[in-house]
């Protein structure tokens, strides 16, 4: 496979897992091509083409030093020039994947968020509602990432003469629709339910064994689940903490997310709202385990980095 197969296979395995519906993604896409087809010639040199057919802006092919077959990768949660380096000194790695966005997919990580209104609609918050804080949201990611030194990975990349891509709500994507179909077919009565069956998650039953296992943040093993929403394993990173309350209010019982911050969980701590943190670098895993059988199956080779626990399911069917 080339590196422009293997990115065109994350997106279109990204859709076609995507919460929204193949259907909602390419309306989405057509609207993103009637807006720019209303843009001035000068605005129309500085929007980004890539939007017409990738819904995904954070994730993306960030330098191809060499268009060649690939046959081996080292593939991480987090690259960094530290990684680049250890596959000049591993030796024949042919493209580097990184999980969290670099580059421009990291200035463009915002713009995944909108993904969440939609699955914040699905779980029965007002769209009006969700998409009132999230816009808020969205606008504080986007500061936050403008700050950031995008390039320095990449530039390490281009020095050294690596191929190198991202491939992130992509591939969080596959992660949301394993669990939310398992969690759907289970119908868990408590917690403890619950985190019995991450825990026999391979990715989770691994991270267990470092610290870094599923955590109840907010409840009790013996509560009740009620509906349980997986809203949290997909679309950039977390939403505003104004929103566990609508949540709450919306019908969701327990909430099974990656990670969340301080003010997040007292929120949901107040709303009555179950919090269980499936673990971040283990539900990454997962969501880029998923992708990577499906190089695996074309006879890719696979060096997992920087955090990746990797778990084949391809002997599992
Ligand atoms: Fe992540």
Redesign the pocket.
Same mark, same amino acid.
Request: net charge negative; no cysteine; proline share 0%.
């Given at each position: 496979m080339k590196i422009e197969e293997i990115y065109n296979l994350a997106i279109n395995k990204g859709i076609e897992a995507d919460f929204r519906g193949k259907e909602g993604v390419e309306k989405l896409l057509k609207r993103k091509k009637e807006k720019y087809e209303k843009l001035s010639e000068k605005e129309k040199e500085e929007f980004d083409l890539e939007s017409f057919k990738n819904p995904y802006l954070d994730s993306r092919i960030l330098n191809i030093a060499e268009d060649k077959e690939i046959k081996k990768i080292l593939v991480g949660?987090d690259i960094e020039p530290a990684e680049i380096l250890l596959a000049k000194e591993i030796g024949d790695i042919d493209l580097i994947i990184s999980?969290?966005p670099l580059g421009k997919a990291l200035a463009n990580l915002h713009e995944v968020m909108e993904l969440q209104c939609d699955v914040l609609n699905q779980d029965g918050v007002p769209i009006n509602i969700a998409e009132g804080l999230m816009k808020e949201r969205i606008e504080e990611v986007a500061r936050g990432v403008n700050r950031l030194n995008h390039q320095r990975t990449v530039d390490t990349a281009k020095i050294l003469g690596f191929n190198l891509i991202c491939l @992130?709500t992509a591939c $969080?994507n596959l992660a949301a629709k394993f669990l939310k179909e398992k969690i759907e077919k289970e119908k868990f009565e408590r917690l403890e339910d619950l985190m019995n069956f991450l825990k026999e998650i391979p990715e989770y039953k691994e991270a267990l064994k470092s610290g870094a296992g599923p955590k109840i943040f907010v409840g009790v093993e013996e509560n009740r689940c009620g509906k349980i929403s997986v809203a949290e394993i997909t679309g950039g990173t977390e939403p505003s903490p104004k929103i566990y309350e609508k949540i709450a209010q919306a019908g969701i019982g327990t909430i099974v997310g990656?990670?969340m911050g301080e003010e997040s969980r007292k929120e949901a701590e107040t709303s009555n709202l179950n919090i269980v943190i499936a673990g @971040?670098m283990s539900? $990454?895993s997962l969501g880029v385990n998923l992708f990577l059988d499906e190089l695996e199956k074309k006879g890719i080779e696979i060096i997992p980095c920087s955090g990746l626990i990797r778990v084949s399911r391809l002997d599992r069917k």
């Open positions: 949660i999980h969290h @992130h $969080d990656m990670h @971040h539900s $990454d």
